[in-house]
């Protein structure tokens, strides 16, 4: 009975058993255990950027568009709020440029976009952004 016993169990683990598989077979496994992994960080990569988790897309607590005027198909100025600091500086398809430090803030981002129509108290704030431009604009021109 015993002898019986040892024969199972040495035909169990016989080292037939566990050999390797053969090469065209362990470079197709590889390869497919490579192609999950490259799928997986494509399908990872995917959902997080649906899911646009501002602390991964890059987005900063202290840093704020208060305001930007179009100049043209990619140029524009904006008023950028930087932990309570107002810069304004000037972006191209190629670089951005910091044209000036502002000594007087502008109104809140929130006044800015948050309507979609032509409300008074939006045109107001476009009004001075403006207005603050061409003297910015003006200054600048008398150097």
């Known amino acids: 009975m015993a002898q019986k016993r040892l024969a199972v169990v040495s035909a169990l683990f016989a080292p037939t058993a566990f050999a390797a598989p053969t090469s065209s077979e362990s470079l197709a496994t590889t390869l497919a255990a490579l ?5 997986l960080i494509f ?7 649906r899911m646009k988790v501002p602390a ?14 179009p100049l043209g198909q990619r140029e524009r100025v904006m ?4 932990n309570g600091e107002q810069v304004l500086i000037g972006v191209t ?3 951005i440029t910091l ?7 502008m109104g809140n981002a929130e006044d800015n976009t948050k309507a979609t129509n032509a409300s008074p108290k939006t045109s107001d704030a476009n ?3 403006s207005s603050q431009l061409n003297k910015i604009l003006k200054h600048n021109d008398a150097s």
């Open 35 to 39: 192609l999950a992994v490259i799928g």
């Open 43 to 49: 399908a990872l990569a995917w959902l997080l950027k």
């Open 56 to 69: 991964i897309m890059g987005a900063k607590p202290g840093l704020k568009v208060v305001s930007q005027l």
């Open 79 to 82: 008023v950028l709020d930087v």
């Open 93 to 95: 398809s190629q670089q």
């Open 99 to 105: 044209l000036k430090s502002l000594d007087t803030p």
């Open 127 to 129: 009004s001075a952004f």
